[in-house]
Every structure is written in structure tokens, then in C-alpha cells.
């Protein structure tokens, strides 16, 4: 074998081609003042990183948040609510104080309000991801 193929040549075949798909790179540059402010609106944002913060910005003009807390804290207190009407159930059929047409009621309603909660919560995700 020649020498060639032990210098640059070698290298040639062990390199790894990779398709990028943002293969465009642009290089910004900030003052300290600058960059901390920049610091404190990616950690307020749902992106964990310059690049993702930076390019949605550009390409939006606006980085929204939606607060899902509290429609997740509904969800969790209407399947407690659930847990506790099940436990009434037991206890209804245990010593037959309550009918079964009020506890399937009672629980059909419950369903009904986890349905709309879950929904609601889809149906607010769904939109954010259309943006």
C-alpha cells in the first residue's frame, strides 16, 4: 500500500457523512447585559436551549407560554373525586343505604367530568402545537 493511504487518504474513508436538518449555522454575538437578559426569557420559555428559543422566536415573532397547571390540578381533584365515589360505592353496597340507580349516577357524572377535563386539556395542547 502506498503511504498516501496511511495520511489524509485514510481519513477520507472513515468520515461520517451526517445530514443536518438545519444544516445553516449563524453566529450571534451579545454583551454580558444582553445575554443575562436573554438567560431569563429561555428559562421562563419551554425550550431548554438558546437554539430552539432563538430559531422559534425568528420564525414566529413570539414565543407563547400557556399555563397548563391548573387544568391538570382539575384533572388530578375530578379523579379524586372519583377514587372517593368508588369508595362510597363500596360502602353503599355493603350496607345498602344508597340505590344503584344514584350510585351509577353518581359515577356516569364523574366520567362525564373527567371526559370534558381530558378534552379540554387535548383540545389546549393540540392548539399550542399549532402555533
Known amino acids: 500500500m502506498s503511504s498516501a493511504f496511511f495520511g ?4 477520507k474513508y472513515m ?10 449555522p449563524k453566529k450571534v ?5 444582553e445575554w443575562s437578559y436573554i438567560e431569563s426569557k429561555i428559562e421562563k420559555s419551554p425550550f431548554n436551549n438558546f437554539q430552539n428559543f ?4 425568528l420564525i414566529t415573532g413570539e414565543i407563547r407560554m400557556i399555563d397548563y397547571s391548573e387544568l391538570e390540578k382539575l384533572n388530578r381533584e375530578v379523579n379524586r373525586i372519583g377514587n372517593n365515589i368508588n369508595q362510597i360505592t363500596k360502602l353503599a353496597h355493603k ?3 344508597i340505590s344503584n340507580a344514584d ?4 359515577q356516569k ?3 362525564d367530568l373527567k ?11 393540540q392548539q399550542e402545537r399549532t402555533i
Open 54 to 57: 432563538a430559531r422559534v422566536l
Open 109 to 111: 357524572t364523574i366520567e
Open 15 to 24: 468520515k461520517k457523512e451526517y445530514k443536518l436538518k438545519r444544516p445553516i
Open 29 to 33: 454575538r451579545f454583551n454580558k447585559q
Open 115 to 125: 371526559h370534558l377535563v381530558s378534552r379540554k386539556l387535548d383540545e389546549e395542547l
Open 103 to 106: 350510585i351509577q349516577n353518581l
Open 95 to 97: 350496607f345498602d343505604e
Open 8 to 11: 489524509k487518504e485514510r481519513f
